[in-house]
């Protein structure tokens, strides 16, 4: 009838399913990017905090860290990163910054210990960096943070190129990168990093090595 006014919006529906579509997948996308920027935050945090806690227990000397410490740590943090698989597509830097022997303040990087298959270096700098006076501290510019004397800080950097849920072209950059810094906890032996055993040492999380976990 010429007066019915009934019926079903079937063309219009059609016309604005794939907009509405769109904007969906991309909302849901950007969600899962914004928690992993999260989660990387956290673990680069979680990182230098256990990193500034390692090492024996002794009210006779000064703690020990060693090698298998760190290679736990580093593992911990594979568990811990779950489903973004953090090692297979980032890397982490775990940096030693210290006040060189026999000056007043004068920051270097003691040591590093790196692992992931990211091909990403510490920003700073190698480990020795700053040996020569170079290196005013770890962070943002004029925002670095510096040890003291006989002090440690642990400073982690992570790098990671996100996973798209859906689609890389809902994300711009893919790039993401967080760092963290802790205060090593106790009086800590900072000549060097141990191995339990000489004889069968433990692996070195070398910085010239891209490996994750297997």
């Known amino acids: 009838m010429r007066s019915s006014k009934s019926g079903v919006a079937a063309v219009e529906f059609a016309?604005?399913?794939?907009?509405?579509?769109?904007?969906g997948l991309w909302g849901a996308e950007l969600g899962n990017l914004a928690v992993t920027h999260m989660r990387i935050s956290q673990l680069a945090m979680h990182i230098a905090d256990n990193g500034s806690r390692i090492g024996d227990v002794s009210l006779l000397e000064n703690l020990r860290i060693y090698e298998s410490d760190i290679n736990d740590l580093l593992l911990g943090a594979n568990v811990q990163s779950g489903s973004i698989d953090l090692f297979?597509?980032?890397?982490?830097?775990i940096s030693s910054l210290e006040v060189v022997p026999g000056t007043?303040?004068?920051?270097?990087?003691?040591?590093?210990?790196?692992?992931?298959?990211?091909?990403?270096?510490?920003?700073?700098?190698?480990?020795?960096?700053?040996?020569?006076?170079?290196?005013v501290g770890m962070g943002n510019?004029?925002?670095?943070?510096?040890?003291?004397?006989?002090?440690?800080?642990?400073?982690?950097?992570?790098?990671?190129?996100?996973?798209?849920?859906?689609?890389?072209?809902?994300?711009?950059?893919?790039?993401?990168t967080s760092t963290a810094a802790f205060n090593v906890r106790d009086d800590r032996d900072?000549?060097?990093?141990?191995?339990?055993?000489?004889?069968a040492p433990d692996t070195v999380a070398g910085c010239n090595v891209f490996n994750g976990f297997t």
Do not use: M
């Open 15 to 23: 016309l604005g399913l794939p907009l509405l579509l769109t904007v």
């Open 88 to 93: 297979e597509h980032g890397r982490v830097v």
């Open 104 to 135: 007043a303040d004068t920051q270097y990087i003691h040591w590093q210990r790196c692992k992931g298959k990211r091909s990403f270096q510490s920003v700073y700098g190698p480990a020795g960096t700053g040996t020569d006076g170079s290196l």
């Open 141 to 176: 510019p004029g925002e670095e943070v510096t040890a003291g004397q006989d002090d440690a800080v642990i400073f982690v950097e992570v790098e990671y190129e996100y996973q798209p849920l859906i689609s890389a072209r809902f994300v711009s950059n893919r790039v993401i």
């Open 190 to 199: 900072l000549t060097q990093i141990y191995q339990r055993d000489v004889a």
